[in-house]
């Protein structure tokens, strides 16, 4: 297919601990242990697992932000984890990051334009400060917000700021690490609405990761859902959440909280 | 002769630490251990006054933008026994609502009206014989365990604290009371785990750790703040099934502070919304669910994502948002807190604040147009 964006073959990844014993080789973690998908351009794909089933991970190598023990990430056909630095440095304009915590992401010293503009390289100052209006702007913001700090804002102004960060290369992927979760209902539900206007206005891809399946039945096309370092079912949203074909999926949708007794 | 009796008092306060601590009860009988009195708390207290009683509590806090009315008048009654949950957004009053009632407000909080746990007064206590009922009468479970425990002690240690500080057990005594706690929270190979750090436990192992602290003097009353926020989707279906279990076992009530609609659902009978420092919608839980009487309790209901929702053109539709943020508590509007993002707002909402209206059986809502707004979406 053409159109496939981000194509992660075999990824495993193993993270050495501390060694216990002075005689016996360190303990080591498989965070991965084979994943495998492709995603094409303009869905959005959920990731959903418990604390420890290796989402953050995958969304670190997917970032370059660690290299894999082994398998490759392919992102517009380019292995990511075999590009020379300063090419890697270049073709991160087409990937950007979202993070679950508005507080601890932004620099609390620097101004909002200058934490906006910061993955623009090589843009003269005055292109920059357009940029920033613009993606002030698409997020819901006011360009005379790039003068003030961060915390002047709320936590969802907080997490717009975030993704305005992250919309000013105009990316082909965003992936979002939980960016959702440190937010209240009503907030919450501001943020998912952008996301969703973000998609249809700009035609980026998301790899979406969250703890929560109603989150990611809102705004994914297709889920995968991990455990311990595999993906133990993928499929299409409604697939996967109303004819869940593995255990597990089943027991996740069963723990789920709801209000359907009284509503 | 000063001197002797100085030092009889002192000689009389190590031995038994609660007589310095707390004014004795009038119906507590000393020296006894709680588990044993049990059934006596009904013989002296009335049955029909409730355990905890909340009054018209105001809360005042010194902010650097000038006082802030973090809690403006919340009443609140709840029986032994009985279950009681407080919902609602970041900032809205409910954690303050607990701290309030278990004396840990920040300094320089003014505080207001009455806070009856037990037929005794908590406001304007002071700070020993607080001390005495937290952790004693009063349980508490937090939302991030990690935070809660102290990572230098043992588990088993930890679990026995309250039971040498209040009930001065011996060391022993306490460890066997630790095992069989750890063992009711059900914390699997609880005799191992007695020595172990709380580094060495998961996340829900570490929550049923607290539960075992909190529950170890047999309180009346457990306060658990978002207990399960930190804890993953299965994980919380457990500690919500324990909780449960052990309010209905024990004879406790529960005081539960959640975000979370579905973990209402499942622990509480009754539930207070709360918005702005008020309560603007209190029934029982399935009450409130059904009908939504007030304006912000239909927002939230609203804006949260629901599993299924049905796509069109392969795309869930927006959420219904509410409009604008939650204001800050320094300036809050005179009126309704809620009138600045409310669909249904008109003139007289921002006049006063509007006095609870009954909408059914035991419930009511703080909205003076309640009755126009219609049945609930």
Redesign the interface.
């Known amino acids: 297919m053409s159109d496939v964006l981000l194509e992660v073959r075999d990824l495993v990844k193993h993270y050495r601990l501390p060694r216990e014993q002075l005689l016996q080789p360190a303990p080591v973690v498989e965070a991965l242990r084979g994943v495998s998908f492709t995603l094409r351009a303009g869905r959005s794909l959920g990731i959903v697992g418990?604390?420890g089933s290796g989402k953050s991970t995958l969304a670190r190598l997917v970032m370059a932000l660690e290299v894999p023990s082994e398998g490759s990430v392919r992102l517009l056909g380019r292995d990511l984890h075999a590009l020379p630095r300063t090419e890697l440095r270049a073709a991160r304009r087409d990937f950007q990051m979202v993070f679950q915590d508005p507080y601890g992401s932004l620099d609390p010293r620097q101004r909002v334009g200058r934490i906006v503009a910061e993955p623009l390289v090589g843009v003269d100052a005055a292109d920059a400060r357009r940029r920033v209006g613009e993606a002030l702007d698409a997020v819901g913001l006011r360009a005379s917000d790039a003068a003030k700090y961060p915390h002047e804002f709320?936590?969802?102004?907080r997490q717009r700021i975030a993704i305005a960060r992250a919309l000013i290369t105009r990316p082909r992927l965003i992936v979002a690490d939980e960016p959702v979760s440190a937010l209240?209902?009503?907030?919450?539900?501001?943020v998912?609405?952008l996301l969703?206007?973000l998609q249809q206005q700009f035609g980026v891809t998301y790899l979406f990761i969250s703890?929560?399946?109603?989150?990611i039945?809102?705004?994914c096309?297709e889920v995968a859902v991990m455990r311990a370092g595999h993906i133990v079912e993928h499929g299409t949203t409604?697939q996967v959440?109303?004819q869940p074909a593995h255990e597990y999926t089943r027991?996740?949708?069963a723990?789920?909280?709801?209000?359907g007794?009284?509503? | 002769m000063f001197f002797f009796g100085v030092r009889a008092a002192r000689a009389d306060t190590a031995r038994n630490p609660r007589a310095r601590r707390t004014p004795m009860l009038p119906w507590r009988a000393v020296g006894t251990p709680r588990h044993r009195r049990g059934a006596r708390h009904n013989d002296t207290v009335p049955s029909t006054s409730p355990l905890l009683a909340i009054t018209d509590l105001r809360v005042t806090l010194n902010t650097a933008r000038g006082p802030a009315d973090a809690l403006r008048g919340i009443d609140l009654q709840l029986a032994r026994g009985a279950t009681l949950g407080l919902i609602g957004?970041?900032g809205c009053g409910k954690s303050m609502t607990a701290m309030a009632i278990m004396g840990l407000l920040p300094p320089g909080a003014a505080v207001s009206g009455s806070i009856v746990l037990n037929g005794q007064e908590l406001v304007g206590l002071p700070d020993d014989a607080m001390c005495a009922l937290r952790g004693d009468r009063i349980g508490m479970v937090f939302q991030e365990p990690m935070t809660a425990l102290n990572p230098l002690h043992t588990v088993g240690d930890q679990i026995a604290e309250p039971l040498r500080l209040h009930r001065a057990m011996g060391r022993s005594a306490a460890r066997a009371e630790a095992l069989r706690l750890l063992e009711r929270v059900r914390l699997p190979q609880a005799a191992q785990r007695l020595d172990a750090y709380p580094h060495q436990l998961s996340?829900g192992q570490r929550q049923r750790v607290t539960i075992a602290m909190a529950l170890a003097c047999g309180p009346d009353l457990l306060i658990a703040d978002e207990p399960t926020t930190a804890l993953?989707?299965?994980?919380?279906?457990e500690i919500?099934a324990l909780i449960r279990e052990l309010v209905e076992e024990s004879g406790m009530a529960l005081l539960m502070i959640s975000?979370?609609?579905?973990?209402?659902?499942?622990t509480v009978t009754r539930l207070l919304v709360m918005y702005g420092g008020t309560v603007v919608e209190s029934g029982p839980?399935?009450e409130v669910?059904?009908h939504l009487a007030h304006p912000y309790t239909r927002?939230?209901f609203a804006?949260?994502?629901?599993?299924?929702?049905a796509?069109v053109d392969?795309?869930?539709p927006?959420?219904?948002?509410?409009p604008g943020?939650?204001p800050e508590l320094v300036d809050l509007p005179a009126g309704c807190p809620f009138a600045d993002r409310c669909a249904w707002v008109v003139e007289a909402c921002r006049a006063a604040p509007p006095a609870p209206v009954v909408v059914g059986p035991d419930h009511a809502a703080r909205c003076i147009r309640v009755g126009e707004l219609g049945a609930a979406p």
Do not use: C, W, Y
């Open positions: 418990e604390s709320s936590g969802g102004q209240d209902v009503s907030v919450q539900a501001q998912l609405n969703a206007q703890h929560d399946l109603a989150v039945d809102h705004v096309d409604e959440l109303q027991a996740l949708l723990a789920i909280p709801s209000v007794a009284f509503r | 957004e970041s996340g993953d989707v299965t994980i919380q279906g919500l975000h979370d609609l579905g973990v209402m659902a499942r839980t399935g669910f059904t927002g939230l804006a949260r994502p629901r599993l299924g929702a796509r392969g795309r869930k927006l959420l219904a948002t509410i943020r939650v």
